[in-house]
């Protein structure tokens, strides 16, 4: 009987004496990304790469041209031709 009554005291006693938990979460790329040395950062190397993706967009839009115009083409010419066009791509 002790030992019930000391079990329904300690269960009673147990939930008024419970802190809640607070659990948090960061989200790191969030915190990174948006801070004002990684947009510096990044805007640093935006200006350094610009004239090199420029370039490739260039040659890229240069490329599709010429495939474009190579399947136009491909019915009429001879399989050396072809082989000459394909030696002219900028690769």
Request: charged share 20%; no cysteine; net charge positive.
């Amino acid at each position: 009987m002790k030992q019930l009554l000391i079990l329904l005291t300690l269960l009673l006693a147990g939930p008024s004496q419970a802190k809640t938990l607070k659990i948090g979460y960061i989200n790191v790329d969030h915190l990174v990304t948006s801070s004002a040395q990684f947009i510096q950062a990044n805007q640093i190397v935006i200006k350094e790469f610009q004239p090199q993706q420029d370039e490739l967009i260039t040659l890229a839009n240069k490329i599709n041209s010429l495939v474009k115009e190579f399947k136009q083409d491909k019915g009429t010419l001879s399989k050396l031709e072809i082989k000459s066009e394909i030696k002219k791509l900028p690769i």
